[in-house]
T-cell receptor
Framework: AQSVTQLGSHVSVSEGALVLLRCNYSSSVPPYLFWYVQYPNQGLQLLLKYTTGATLVKGINGFEAEFKKSETSFHLTKPSAHMSDAAEYFCAVSPRGGADGLTFGKGTHLIIQP | GAGVSQSPRYKVAKRGQDVALRCDPISGHVSLFWYQQALGQGPEFLTYFQNEAQLDKSGLPSDRFFAERPEGSVSTLKIQRTQQEDSAVYLC?????????????FGSGTQLSVL
């Protein structure tokens, strides 16, 4: 069984500030972890993924996430927020590395204050 | 096509009506997925096809839900005798072309409202 918990349904940061979106997972097998972003009226887009190897994963648009097995976490960060980052962000876990069997979190709505 | 296309974009149905939602995946993509996203929730898996074969339908919430992909490309999700709890955004995603499922490409979804 696997599940994802995203802490905070809404996160608000000022433009230029650090973005931190939290994700904790539970999985009975070594997990594969994903972050997706959903802009208004658009489909979900893959931001980044962790499968094996380096635990710090870099994605698109300056985002990165670090897999911490001891904390069962995969938090998403970006050093400096931009207005265009305002969107819904979803963390997801898969037991097999592929998209079949993906379990999504409930999402975090990121608000950027000017 | 350039991306995953879903139609209609919006659908309003009266309770008890049947609806059919269409998904055109990216050309050549082997795998196709349907997800249901309720308001304020993350997407929840419904069913999965590899070519025309439905390999997993464990997420379909009831026998009123039926999906098909007869020629291994376009897929249709059908909901019979719609209920208010069926109101959600239905997302389609595809991946491939080699069968690799590492990256999903999502459509914009069909927003279903059952009155």
């Amino acid at each position: 069984a696997q599940s994802v918990t995203q802490l905070g349904s809404h996160v608000s940061v000022s433009e230029g500030a650090l973005v931190l979106l939290r994700c904790n997972y539970s999985s009975s097998v070594p997990p594969y972890l994903f972050w997706y972003v959903q802009y208004p009226n658009q489909g979900l887009q893959l931001l980044l993924k962790y499968t094996t190897g380096a635990t710090l994963v870099k994605g698109i648009n300056g985002f990165e996430a670090e897999f911490k097995k001891s904390e069962t976490s995969f938090h998403l960060t970006k050093p400096s927020a931009h207005m265009s980052d305002a969107a819904e962000y979803f963390c997801a876990v898969s037991p097999r590395g592929g998209a079949d069997g993906l379990t999504f979190g409930k999402g975090t709505h990121l608000i950027i204050q000017p | 096509g350039a991306g995953v296309s879903q139609s209609p974009r919006y659908k309003v149905a009266k309770r008890g009506q049947d609806v059919a939602l269409r998904c055109d995946p990216i050309s050549g993509h082997v795998s196709l997925f349907w997800y249901q996203q309720a308001l304020g929730q993350g997407p929840e898996f419904l069913t999965y096809f590899q070519n025309e074969a439905q390999l997993d339908k464990s997420g379909l919430p009831s026998d009123r839900f039926f999906a098909e992909r007869p020629e291994g490309s376009v897929s249709t999700l059908k909901i019979q005798r719609t209920q208010q709890e069926d109101s959600a955004v239905y997302l389609c995603a595809s991946s491939g072309p080699t069968g690799s499922n590492e990256k999903l490409f999502f459509g914009s979804g069909t927003q279903l409202s059952v009155l």
